[in-house]
């Protein structure tokens, strides 16, 4: 169909500006994706188009992993016809391109359905909610609005049966509350739905499918609406970079080469925060070992060093087990490691070790592949009723946790689905600490007393539960309310349940990942939580208020959720990747681009506001507000003891 003089196009692409190719990871299209501000997995681009989703699982004998390439599209020519092609059985792959602010269009292409379902989506809101048009051989067209897990069947043909193989012309047509689709020239399926009313468009496999000439048009005065708003858009936006205060350079420290992870702690008691730099390397899958430790303070100069360089074949997937504490009550801190296949209690300001034990055996299925556990976490906590926490527990990946006093005298193992980190705390006033570990709420000797609901206890495995993500065990309402448990909980969405294993909210959002909560809407009681999604549909950022009511909705290549007092207003703003946002999701706060230290947010130098870290190369740049108020608003102090890359940030 061609355009009329009334019309204008919004967007084209017929592939011909991309060469041919079996695999998406060539020089040339990763050149496109750097040049597009591809970053990371859930970011990578061809072009205009954006692929919204992925899966460790997505895997084959033209890609053997998601790390050698993460787009399994191709593109390939047939019959003189340009395609871009998704030939693999894998599900859930969605390539997505266009504008937010589109509402009204017709969207026209070619699809061809080899082993699919494939098809079209429209109104792109996020990559789980949406409209999609859904081709299948031997079956009729569907337009299915998909909220979520569900996939409800608004439509479908009538004396239309789709064939393999065969391409077809679609024309897909938004008009307000209406959507018509038509075939090859025929109308076959009109509905009326105002679910999802705009949002850009999207190309949909669960199996092997082909798309070509893809062309969204638009009324003229459509056109200039749209023109209009995001003129608005940016207007707001500015007027909102304005009103705060912009980011200024503080400090910068030097790091040790070679550093692999960064964590800011006062591990010599001085009062300021000191660099630990570690090299980790990775000689084997899962074997994340901590090679070199160094201590560095403010001006960079080296405090002192535990170990030495080591190269490992793999990159780095993963935490290695690390913490802060007192744990012995001598009023000085220790670093908690493990190294070697020992558990090393080392002075923070010496370096010296001053106790060191074994390992634990692996248990059940060796997940680490050899004789003792690597271990992966080290949580502190108070098993015994001490007066301090003086306690801690080790982890390995998955499988196992064991608990042990700070002379490294062990308590008790255990057996279960661990998730990535436990919490705990005195949740029933016993005077010990409750522990979370993965689903299952155990006692301070390690028995269960309850699981969430659907989950599985013992085993992380796809599909199902597979393990808890993040989680935080704090009052998040007003004052005086009580203690509850906050999840992103995996496949089971996120989770929000009473200490005795009530289930208050449960939302199936997508893989939840990452967890923060925090007073991202003053106007509202209590704390608000941020759920970010990984694995499946990626970067989708959903916000909560203190009940566990869904706020808000949108997919956002975040890659953090961690709140940060940036004006000391007793407000909170959320940390994005190159942003501060507010509690809409708008970017408010320009970011120099960095990351890769923990936390990314602390008050460092006692002025009441939160300063950022963020590493640069070899530095670890430091930036507060060019403005800070006189008489902040008092927030309690972070306590970095138990503070990890795996989430459950709390302001």
């Not at 390397?281 to 403010?298: Q, S, W």
Request: glycine content about 10%; hydrophobic content about 35%; overall charge negative.
């Amino acid at each position: 169909m061609t355009t009329n003089s009334q019309e204008r196009i919004l967007f084209s692409d017929d592939f011909s500006a991309y060469p041919l190719t079996e695999r998406m990871d060539t020089e040339y299209l990763r050149g496109v994706a750097r040049e597009s501000g591809a970053k990371r997995a859930g970011q990578e681009q061809l072009g205009p188009w954006r692929q919204t989703t992925l899966h460790y699982s997505w895997r084959s004998a033209r890609i053997k992993s998601r790390r050698e390439c993460p787009l399994p599209w191709r593109l390939v020519e047939r019959d003189g016809q340009r395609w871009l092609e998704q030939p693999e059985p894998f599900f859930n792959v969605v390539f997505m391109a266009g504008d937010s602010d589109w509402e009204d269009y017709v969207l026209e292409l070619t699809a061809a359905v080899s082993d699919g379902p494939v098809g079209p989506i429209v109104r792109y809101h996020t990559s789980r909610c949406n409209y999609w048009l859904c081709l299948e051989a031997g079956h009729p067209a569907r337009l299915i609005r998909r909220d979520q897990n569900a996939h409800i069947v608004l439509g479908e043909s009538v004396g239309l049966t789709l064939a393999r193989d065969r391409a077809y012309d679609l024309r897909v047509t938004c008009d307000g509350a209406r959507i018509d689709v038509a075939v090859d020239g025929e109308s076959v399926i009109s509905v009326e739905d105002d679910a999802w009313p705009r949002g850009p468009i999207a190309l949909r496999t669960e199996g092997p499918g082909r798309f070509a000439n893809v062309r969204v048009y638009a009324t003229e005065s459509e056109a200039a609406r749209l023109e209009a708003r995001a003129r608005r858009r940016t207007e707001r936006q500015a007027a909102g970079r304005r009103s705060l205060p912009a980011p200024k350079l503080l400090h910068e420290v030097p790091l040790p080469p070679d550093t692999t992870v960064v964590h800011m702690r006062d591990v010599n008691d001085d009062g300021r925060l000191e660099v630990v730099a570690c090299e980790v390397a990775v000689p084997r899958l899962d074997y994340i070992r901590l090679a070199r430790m160094t201590v560095v303070d403010g001006s960079g100069k080296t405090l002192w060093t535990l170990g030495e360089s080591l190269r490992g074949e793999f990159g780095v997937h993963g935490g290695f087990a690390f913490n802060t504490a007192d744990i012995d009550a001598d009023g000085r801190t220790e670093i908690l490691v493990t190294r070697d296949f020992e558990i090393l209690v080392i002075d923070g300001a010496s370096g010296e070790v001053k106790r060191r034990a074994p390992t634990p055996r692996a248990y059940k299925g060796r997940e680490d592949h050899y004789e003792r556990t690597v271990g992966d976490s080290i949580l502190v906590c108070n098993l015994r009723g001490l007066p301090t926490a003086q306690d801690l527990i080790l982890k390995d990946r998955y499988r196992n946790l064991w608990a042990y006093t700070s002379e490294l005298e062990p308590l008790w193992h255990c057996h279960l689905n661990t998730g990535h980190y436990p919490r705990a705390r005195d949740v029933n006033g016993d005077g010990k600490d409750e522990v979370m570990a993965g689903y299952t709420l155990l006692a301070a000797d390690a028995r269960p007393l309850w699981t969430v609901p659907g989950a599985e206890p013992y085993y992380n495995g796809y599909p199902g539960s597979e393990h808890l993500d993040s989680v935080l065990i704090e009052s998040f309402g007003p004052a005086g309310a009580p203690v509850q448990i906050a999840m992103a909980a995996s496949d089971l969405g996120f989770v929000l349940l009473d200490t005795d294993g009530t289930v208050r909210a449960h939302h199936r959002v997508g893989h939840a990942q990452a967890l923060g909560a925090g007073r991202f809407r003053p106007d509202l009681p209590g704390r608000q939580f941020a759920v970010r999604t990984a694995w499946g549909n990626f970067d989708i950022l959903n916000l909560f208020d203190c009940e566990g009511a869904p706020l808000l909705t949108r997919e956002i290549a975040a890659g953090s959720v961690a709140p940060v007092n940036w004006l000391g207003d007793g407000s909170v703003l959320l940390h994005f990747a190159g942003c501060l946002a507010d509690g809409n999701f708008e970017p408010v706060v320009d970011l120099p681009r960095g990351g890769g230290v923990h936390p990314a947010a602390c008050d460092l130098n006692g002025d009441g506001v939160d300063e950022l870290c963020l590493r640069r190369g070899d530095i670890v740049q430091i930036y507060g507000p060019e403005q800070v108020p006189a008489s902040p608003e008092p927030i309690p102090p972070r306590n970095l003891t138990n503070w990890n890359n795996y989430g459950g940030f709390y302001l």
